[in-house]
């Protein structure tokens, strides 16, 4: 399964696809892993993981240990809509350990490295994409 790598720094977000991410399986959220492993051109950086999503949708939580799949009733915060007093609502997480399962992983830079985010990913450079329409009149 293809594995999403979603790069946060200051505002910005950069992309990384990999088939496989066996490097990752067994790290949990919080735990730094080094630039170099996601791509080669990422020497030098440290990147921390801070969430995540498997191949359900289910998001990764911080507070749940190990791999299984677990309901908690919230109240506030991370994962509700609501913020009306008096509200609970039951939502399905995932815990913090990475495994087979996970299809996106969100990073963020914690240290930077000597490239920089443009050199490395030129084709997500290019910022807003402008759409022509042509209209023709009858």
Do not use: C
């Not at 996970?102 to 914690?110: T, W």
């Amino acid at each position: 399964m293809v594995v999403k790598f979603i790069i946060g720094d200051k505002g910005k977000a950069w992309r990384v696809e990999m088939p496989e991410a066996d490097f990752l399986h067994g790290k949990n959220v919080g735990d730094t892993i080094p630039g170099k492993d996601l791509k080669a051109e990422l020497e030098g950086y440290d990147l921390e993981i801070t969430g995540g999503s498997d191949s359900s949708g289910f998001p990764l939580n911080k507070n749940i240990e190990g791999i299984a799949l677990k309901k908690l009733l919230l109240t506030k915060g991370f994962g509700m809509q609501d913020n009306y007093d008096g509200i609970r609502r039951r939502k399905t997480f995932r815990g913090k350990t990475i495994s087979g399962t996970i299809a996106q992983v969100n990073l963020k830079v914690v240290k930077h490295g000597h490239k920089k985010f443009e050199e490395v990913f030129p084709e997500q450079n290019s910022g807003k994409v402008e759409v022509k329409a042509e209209v023709k009149k009858a």
